[in-house]
């Protein structure tokens, strides 16, 4: 899986539960609590669209769609658990 892949299924998945953010102007360093409003609930939601999408549920340490992390942050964690699982 490459990154660019991860960061598309992460912003389709945040536009689907936050359609007002848009597909424009995103570069993967926004924060998705301070940039893109997501609120814990929205956050959890993301978290299971990304490990359904990539086939690692139970992978990605919840905590890390807690904290007030970046498009690209994110990325490298999903990433990381998918490597993880070979």
Do not use: C
Not at 39 to 58: C, P, Q, T, W
Not at 69 to 83: G, R
């Amino acid at each position: 899986m490459s990154g660019e892949r991860v960061r598309a299924v992460l912003i389709a998945a945040a536009i689907r539960i936050k359609p007002e953010l848009g597909y424009g102007g995103i570069s993967g360093a926004e924060h998705i609590t301070a940039d893109w409003g997501l609120d814990s609930v929205d956050r959890m939601e993301l978290l299971i669209a990304v490990e359904e999408a990539f086939g690692i549920e139970d992978e990605v340490d919840p905590r890390v769609f807690m904290t007030p992390a970046s498009v690209n942050d994110l990325t490298e964690q999903i990433m990381a658990a998918e490597a993880a699982l070979r």
